[in-house]
């Protein structure tokens, strides 16, 4: 890249041309122009009354524009609401088979003092 060229993003450090719009390490608007024209286009009908900008919600921890289903803020890293969910249900669902283990392994314990 040559070095008049050169600048970076400024969400994510990453390497990026003059001429770039949108950073393809971390999804970042970087133009202002195309900025506006990215949100006239996620603010447009995409047919059944769907709108694209309708699917993003903001990040608590930054404020950034993200999607409803995104696990992790692509900007900041903090997790969403979504993540934090998946993360308690894992639990739920560890839970009962640690319980259901024990109890396994104490039945047979239990069966192997009776047989001596």
Same mark, same amino acid.
């Given at each position: 890249? !040559?070095?008049?060229? #050169?600048?970076? @993003? ?5 390497? $990026?041309?003059?001429?770039?719009? $949108? =950073?393809? !390490?971390?999804?970042? *608007? ?18 059944? +009354? ?8 903001? @990040?608590?921890? @930054? +404020? ?14 903090? #997790?969403?609401? %979504?993540?934090?969910? %998946?993360?308690?249900? =894992?639990? @739920? &669902?560890?839970?009962?088979? $640690? *319980? ?7 039945? $047979?314990?239990?069966?192997?003092? &009776? &047989?001596?």
């Amino acid at each position: 890249m !040559n070095e008049e060229q #050169k600048r970076f @993003c400024k969400y994510c450090g990453a390497e $990026i041309t003059q001429s770039t719009k $949108i =950073c393809k !390490n971390c999804g970042s *608007i970087i133009s202002k122009e195309q900025g506006s024209k990215i949100l006239d286009y996620l603010n447009s009908d995409v047919g059944s +009354g769907t709108k694209l900008f309708s699917k993003m919600t903001k @990040c608590k921890t @930054c +404020g950034a524009d993200i999607a409803k289903t995104a696990n992790a803020c692509p900007h900041c890293g903090a #997790k969403t609401p %979504n993540q934090i969910i %998946n993360d308690a249900a =894992c639990g @739920c &669902l560890v839970a009962p088979f $640690i *319980i259901v283990a024990i109890i396994i392994i104490a039945t $047979i314990f239990g069966v192997i003092s &009776l &047989l001596k």
